[in-house]
């Protein structure tokens, strides 16, 4: 796709962002992208430019801001944050998830056609086909698990294809490489949903993805106390694209909100390696539980695709989803309705682990036969498993489970 350059852009609404190859994740998760940016203090973190404009010396005279919707330097520092993280160029960020969707699916125009997993997050769907469908957007909703099986959908008016991996809830790996492999023969644009994985255990730019998209709000922020969204882009045109989307339609987010997935963002490595530590414990104990119907978690070796989940992934983070035996909505409903440690709730992502019943929650807005086409059924339970000690955690769903 072709990107022409907008009117009225100004460079100070995209940031490049230059790092030291040997740079470890560890050390990017704190120092990437990151330099003083409050000379007056010499600040170790970014103060909050609670501020809605800034002074000029003359019309345009500026020191690189003029109104905090096109730009804003507490939210400057994220985004290039968030870039670092993704060995990309350009970080965008948005008020929520679904905004940075929002922005992505505003690159295409009526008439276009976007090929996306079958298996992904319920408000996503509810984008795709309530509001931009109306829009005359034409949306195919596959299975990915074979890459492959994707290009019989490409037609001359698809553009852009969205795939999430793993896939909420159903714990599906797609192959980015291979699909990748498949976008860049058609020209077509790639995005992936790298919120369950985080640039900690994937990186989808080094695969061959073209735009990163991030619920923040999630993992990045991971303490449940900010809703937030990101893109991220290596290609300069489509950023500035992007950032003018970001700057025209302004679902940005405010200068306090940037500061706490900031901070957040500074102690994902640690947070992560404990949700996978957790998630596996947790996995193991749900499979060899008699109350327990299926479980989904990439780790396992009978995972469908879980050779592609070892090869694209560092490890297979902390989302488990499963079934219970009864193989109904009360037993799922009375399991998540015993559970102490664990809360009962919408998102993810958070240090503290979380349950939610995806038919009645987050998946709602998909209509019943294609929610359980893709197994997303009445039993269907999906944990966030945060970082509190793991004896807890499994003590809690055994005692949750045995009622």
């Avoid at 922020?221 to 950032?243: I, Q, T």
């Avoid at 297979?316 to 799922?332: C, H, I, R």
Wanted: with cysteine; glycine share 8%; aromatic share 8%.
């Amino acid at each position: 796709m072709n990107f022409k350059k907008q009117a009225g852009f100004k460079t100070s609404f995209y940031f490049y962002t230059e790092e030291k190859k040997d740079m470890k994740f560890n050390t990017k998760t704190i120092h990437g992208g990151q330099e003083n940016i409050d000379p007056a203090y010499n600040s170790v973190m970014p103060p909050i430019y609670q501020t809605t404009t800034f002074k000029q010396s003359t019309p345009h005279g500026h020191k690189g801001f003029e109104y905090s919707r096109s730009g804003n330097p507490t939210r400057n520092a994220l985004e290039k944050s968030m870039a670092s993280l993704e060995n990309g160029a350009y970080g965008i960020a948005f008020g929520s998830g679904l905004a940075a969707i929002d922005a992505v699916l505003k690159l295409l125009k009526s008439g276009d056609e976007v090929i996306s997993t079958s298996d992904l997050y319920g408000g996503s769907y509810r984008l795709f086909t309530q509001i931009f469908q109306d829009f005359g957007i034409k949306f195919h909703f596959v299975g990915m698990e074979n890459a492959a099986d994707i290009e019989k959908h490409i037609n001359g008016n698809t553009k852009l294809i969205w795939v999430e991996t793993p896939t909420n809830p159903m714990m599906n790996i797609i192959d980015i490489e291979a699909v990748s492999r498949i976008s860049k023969k058609h020209q077509l644009l790639l995005a992936v949903d790298n919120t369950f994985a985080t640039p900690y255990l994937q990186q989808p730019l080094d695969l061959g993805a073209d735009i990163i998209m991030h619920s923040a709000t999630k993992y990045l922020g991971g303490h449940s106390d900010v809703v937030m969204g990101s893109l991220v882009v290596n290609d300069e045109a489509l950023a500035k694209r992007l950032y003018f989307i970001q700057n025209a339609s302004g679902a940005v987010p405010g200068p306090q909100d940037c500061f706490l997935v900031l901070r957040g963002i500074k102690t994902l490595h640690v947070r992560m390696q404990r949700h996978c530590e957790n998630g596996k414990a947790v996995a193991h104990a749900l499979k060899s539980n008699p109350n327990v119907d299926k479980v989904y978690w990439p780790g396992f070796e009978d995972h469908p695709n879980h050779e592609i989940a070892k090869k694209q992934m560092k490890d297979y983070g902390g989302m488990v989803s499963f079934s219970t035996k009864a193989g109904t909505l009360e037993s799922a409903v009375k399991v998540v309705e015993n559970l102490k440690v664990f809360t009962l709730g919408e998102s993810l992502g958070g240090v503290e682990s979380l349950a939610g019943h995806p038919a009645s929650m987050t998946h709602a807005s998909i209509p019943k036969g294609d929610r359980e086409k893709i197994g997303v059924v009445d039993s269907l339970i999906r944990l966030s498993v945060g970082i509190e000690d793991i004896d807890d955690l499994l003590e809690d769903l055994e005692q949750a489970l045995r009622s």
